[in-house]
């Protein structure tokens, strides 16, 4: 494990430390887990963290995609 060193401001640290506290864990693996999350999973398009993350309410949107993400059909 490499040790690092980061600086936030007095808010984002209280909001991580109550965080972590809810959690039962040291403020250290609260800013790991959230470094993780944020990173892209090895293999995987960056992209894909947002798949399924936008609801359009139309039951067929995945037959039309294109015309979701680009406002046109091809």
Same mark, same amino acid.
């Given at each position: 494990?490499?040790?690092?060193? *980061? &600086?936030?401001?007095?808010?984002?640290?209280? %909001?991580?430390?109550? =965080?972590?506290?809810?959690? @039962? *864990? &040291?403020?250290?693996?609260?800013?790991?887990? %959230?470094?993780?999350? =944020?990173?892209?999973?090895? @293999?995987?398009?960056?992209?894909?963290?947002?798949?399924?993350?936008?609801?359009?309410?139309?039951?067929?949107?995945?037959?039309?995609?294109?015309?979701?993400?680009?406002?046109?059909?091809?």
């Amino acid at each position: 494990m490499i040790r690092t060193q *980061i &600086s936030l401001e007095q808010q984002e640290y209280d %909001a991580a430390k109550a =965080a972590a506290a809810t959690l @039962g *864990i &040291s403020v250290a693996e609260y800013v790991r887990r %959230a470094v993780r999350e =944020a990173l892209p999973h090895p @293999g995987e398009a960056p992209w894909m963290k947002f798949a399924g993350f936008v609801e359009t309410g139309d039951e067929r949107s995945s037959q039309s995609i294109d015309e979701i993400v680009y406002g046109r059909k091809d």
